[in-house]
């Protein structure tokens, strides 16, 4: 069925149809229409789970975390400041192996308050041992939910789909939903190995000492390493079931492009026109989409970038006292390659400013010309 | 449920590793009421039981007791003092002023 959801919407649809049984929210503009509608959905019992009412993000994310750890599947949602009160039950969600799913909107941090785009909220959070996954469209939106939970579930691992706030949050699309049955098949019961039972008590995350405590932590990464493969093998198995293809990065008229730009979430969508415009000029550009950040998709990066003349890596965020930051992950990822090219980044659209098709035209042009970069920071659009 | 094991856990292989820190037993054995320093005592004369006191306390060690009161079944809280921490909350909370807090002196 096709319906004309906002991407706010399209999360609380992915969370309905994966079956969430236990949602904890707090409202905060832009998410609040996410759980606005999931608690509607749950009063008239279209979608069967218990919604709990709590008094801040870090009330949600704690009880999501004792929900999930009994065995059953768990949905929020949150932006910025409520993301970042999240922050250390983030950490415990992903120490105590607990796969909670949430949407989060990219929302620009106060001060000053915003309330419009920019992704330092979620990569804030990049080390917290939660999957990250940004989507482009209201459509990859719904479809990552449903995703996330079979990768998560799979591996122990909470994942994060971020979508952009207004250019995504509010903004109404043509979405496909999925029937109910086909995605019950896609995705079965959460079964989980070591439960929360009253019945057979155990302590979950006590004291643990050195000698035990620095494999655990290898033990994330390690599941972290299993979901490269994992969200690949998800996406193609989603698309053999709903038709639609995903994995963990995106390519675009890339196989003869001499220079390349890289990009994320709805800026990597609107530079598929600008490659478009680009490419009628007789300009050989391609563009690759991260779409999966945690894990980093390196090995896949390194496969793509190693073999053109050029790389520009536009980023809506900026690591103060650094540079961007999925520019510092791709520079990271390339340092030990034999030919590594230059790697130019950009930072753009920072408190939601716009960043249009033209402005990425501006800033390939700009950037081309360039034998090598000046400086870690190319800023575009900045007034002063 | 198996009792406190000194016997220390070292893992060789991964698969075996829980993939997070669990305990194989129940936490029954660590009495926490070790640890306290102020003793809550429970005055049954001002006690209404409204079980403010057990709703509140954080280590779930107050229980609920059934006793008889002048012929009458009923059920009052009775603090485990074997893992009572001394924290405090019960006697901070209490509507009636039922529960007194004194020094532990041993």
């Not at chain 1, 390196?298 to 961007?324: P, T, Y």
């Not at chain 1, 716009?354 to 390939?364: A, C």
């Amino acid at each position: 069925m096709r319906k004309v959801l906002t991407g706010n919407h399209a999360l609380s649809y992915g969370a309905k149809l994966s079956r969430a049984q236990v949602i904890s929210a707090y409202p905060i503009t832009p998410q609040t229409e996410v759980v606005e509608l999931l608690s509607q959905m749950c009063a008239s019992g279209e979608l069967k789970a218990k919604f709990i009412k709590v008094e801040s993000e870090h009330s949600a994310m704690a009880s999501l975390i004792g929900a999930s750890a009994v065995g059953v599947r768990t949905f929020t949602a949150t932006s910025s400041q409520g993301l970042a009160l999240m922050h250390e039950m983030l950490h415990w969600a992903a120490g105590a192996r607990t796969p909670v799913v949430m949407g989060n909107i990219n929302r620009a941090f106060a001060p000053p308050w915003s309330v419009w785009t920019e992704q330092n909220d979620s990569l804030s959070q990049r080390d917290t041992g939660w999957m990250q996954l940004y989507a482009q469209n209201n459509q990859e939106v719904l479809d990552s939910v449903i995703q996330a939970y079979k990768v998560a579930e799979s591996l122990d691992l909470p994942a994060m789909v971020v979508l952009a706030a207004f250019v995504l949050s509010h903004t109404s699309e043509t979405v496909d939903i999925p029937a109910q049955e086909k995605v019950d098949e896609f995705l079965p019961t959460y079964k989980r190995e070591y439960k929360l039972d009253p019945d057979e008590p155990h302590a979950f995350g006590g004291l643990t000492k050195p000698d035990n405590y620095f494999e655990l932590r290898y033990k994330i990464q390690k599941a972290m390493e299993k979901a490269l493969n994992k969200w690949e093998e998800v996406g193609e198995e989603f698309e053999a079931f709903f038709g639609r293809k995903y994995g963990l990065v995106e390519t675009y008229k890339v196989s003869d492009a001499k220079n390349l730009i890289v990009s994320s979430a709805t800026i990597a969508s609107t530079a598929r026109n600008a490659v478009d415009s680009l490419r009628e000029k007789g300009k050989k550009v391609g563009l690759l989409r991260i779409r999966v950040f945690r894990p980093f998709p390196a090995e896949m990066i390194r496969r793509i970038l190693s073999s053109v003349d050029k790389v520009i890596v536009i980023d809506r965020n900026i690591g103060f006292g650094s540079s961007g930051i999925f520019c510092q992950e791709v520079k990271a990822a390339m340092y030990n390659e034999k030919n590594t090219p230059p790697i130019f980044g950009v930072i753009a659209g920072l408190g939601g400013r716009d960043v249009t098709s033209k402005n990425i035209i501006e800033i390939y042009e700009d950037v081309i010309k360039m034998e090598e970069p000046e400086s870690d920071i190319i800023w575009k659009d900045l007034k002063i | 449920m198996a009792k406190k094991s000194d016997k220390k856990i070292i893992y060789k292989k991964e698969k075996e590793m829980p993939p997070s820190a669990i305990s194989f037993y129940s936490m029954d054995y660590n009495k926490t009421g070790s640890w306290r320093n102020f003793r809550p005592v429970i005055d049954y004369e001002k006690c209404t039981l409204c079980m403010v006191c057990w709703k509140f306390c954080p280590e779930a060690a107050i229980k609920l007791e059934k006793t008889k009161k002048k012929g009458k079944e009923e059920v009052k809280p009775v603090i485990d003092y074997e893992y009572c921490k001394g924290c405090g909350i019960c006697w901070e909370e209490c509507p009636t002023r039922a529960i007194d807090i004194e020094e532990e002196t041993n």
